[in-house]
């Protein structure tokens, strides 16, 4: 079955660095998502992503966020400086085009921890 | 504006015994779906079982299946026979059909720690 892969599965960084999180969605999808979970907590929506463009995102996406898809198959979250309350999972996920509201999937995470 | 509630934070279960995860939700979409995922200690999100909105009957997924109440906004996680492997944080979600394009942001509960008991 399609999966979403995430790298690293698990990245330790310093406050104040940059850090980029990897993704390859599923390969016919078209939609590609990010979302947080700091632990303990529910899931939030950061931001989408649709014909190489963002299509929404959330307060929490401020401008220290930036999403790219350099390539054909991958879909990047960078945060530029990273502040120790970015500590959270961050989960990338992606859909088909409209027509099937479960064609949805999430990627196995990556633990950020900002220390 | 979506939202979710799971009203129980934390649930025990007797091994093989079944076990009902509440879930409400509320959206003006005309059409939307709703999910629940498992997410162990490990922390990955496991997707369990969908239901559309206009399904006609409720979803079944092996021992998973979705008491699908639209009335009544109720979209309940059933699991039966439960086993220890069980034991994890489950997130009831929706999805709608709000906005143009596919881009629809699934919104989350806040979880149901379920414990299952030897």
């Known amino acids: 079955e399609p999966e979403v892969t995430q790298t690293p599965s698990h990245q330790v960084t310093q406050m104040g660095q940059e850090v980029i999180l990897r993704c390859v969605p599923i390969?016919?999808?078209?939609?590609f998502y990010w979302y947080r979970q700091i632990l303990g907590q529910k899931v939030e929506f950061l931001v989408s992503?649709?014909?190489?463009?963002?299509?929404?995102k959330s307060e929490i996406f401020d401008d220290q966020f930036s999403v790219e898809r350099p390539d054909g198959s991958n879909f990047t979250l960078k945060i530029r400086s990273t502040k120790l309350e970015d500590s959270a999972m961050y989960f990338c996920a992606s859909s088909r085009e409209t027509g099937r509201l479960n064609g949805y999937t999430f990627g196995s995470g990556t633990r950020l921890t900002v220390v | 504006a979506q939202k979710i509630t799971q009203t129980q934070p934390g649930m025990f279960v007797q091994e093989k015994e079944a076990v009902t995860l509440d879930c409400t939700y509320d959206?003006?979409?005309?059409?939307?779906?709703l999910f629940w995922y498992k997410q162990p200690s490990s922390g990955e999100m496991i997707f369990l079982i969908y239901q559309g909105s206009y399904d006609q009957q409720n979803a079944t997924e092996g021992r998973y299946s979705l008491n699908f109440q639209k009335a009544r906004k109720s979209a309940n996680l059933v699991i039966s026979a439960s086993q220890l492997g069980d034991s994890a944080m489950y997130f009831c979600?929706?999805?709608?059909?709000?906005?143009?394009?596919?881009?629809?942001?699934?919104?989350f509960g806040t979880g149901t720690k379920l414990q299952v008991i030897p």
């Open positions: 979600a929706m999805r709608g059909s709000g906005g143009s394009g596919g881009y629809q942001k699934v919104t």
């Open positions: 390969s016919n999808h078209l939609y």
């Open positions: 959206t003006s979409d005309p059409s939307y779906g």
């Open positions: 992503f649709y014909n190489n463009e963002i299509s929404e």
